[in-house]
């Protein structure tokens, strides 16, 4: 199972203020939206509550340690992030997404074979930062920049692809 963080991060590792997004890209949103789009989607609590609702035409697997917490019919609650792994696997994924907020994405790293990393270039007010990476463990292989002239996007922004060397 090939397992892949998806994060847009400013160039200060911002990723959230105020259990949001610290910007408007809808560039981003429709890359995020292309790339996950039919997958199992794994994230913490506090991101699963920062989106209004599921998002559509993919699995949730929701992390806390609330035993009781509760998600809608076809989405799934996991105790750690280990957990939901195993059940990924177990169920026979090919692949399966990371979706952040920051503690998960600290504890993904390591379990992850591939990061699609938004660098937006910016460096936003946040609360919530991405975890510092090391770059010797990881290859670029992609990289495509979209300016946000004439765009509604607020910041101009890289779509790369980092794999494990
Ligand atoms: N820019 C991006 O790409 C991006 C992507 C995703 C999120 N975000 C932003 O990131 C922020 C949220 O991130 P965050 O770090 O505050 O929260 P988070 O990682 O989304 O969720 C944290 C919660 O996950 C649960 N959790 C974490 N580790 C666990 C473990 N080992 N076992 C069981 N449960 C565990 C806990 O839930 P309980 O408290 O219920 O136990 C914890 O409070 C928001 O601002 C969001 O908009 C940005």
Not at 6 to 21: D, R
């Amino acid at each position: 199972m090939k397992v892949s963080i998806i994060v847009a991060k400013g160039e200060n590792n911002a990723i959230g203020k105020a259990n949001g997004l610290p910007w408007h890209l809808p560039s981003d949103l429709k890359h995020f939206k292309e790339s996950t789009r039919g997958h199992h989607v794994v994230m913490g609590r506090k991101t699963f509550e920062s989106l209004d609702k599921p998002l559509p035409g993919r699995t949730h697997y929701v992390v806390t340690r609330n035993p009781s917490y509760q998600v809608p019919e076809g989405h799934a609650v996991f105790s750690s992030l280990e957990n939901a792994l195993e059940a990924a696997k177990a169920k026979g994924l090919d692949r399966l997404f990371i979706l952040g907020g920051a503690e998960i994405y600290r504890q993904a790293v390591p379990y992850t074979d591939e990061l699609i990393v938004t660098e937006v270039h910016a460096r936003p007010d946040a609360d919530t930062f991405f975890p510092e990476l090391n770059l010797d463990e990881w290859e670029e292989t992609e990289r495509v920049h979209v300016d946000h002239l004439n765009t509604k996007d607020e910041y101009s922004m890289d779509f790369v692809v980092l794999k494990r060397k």
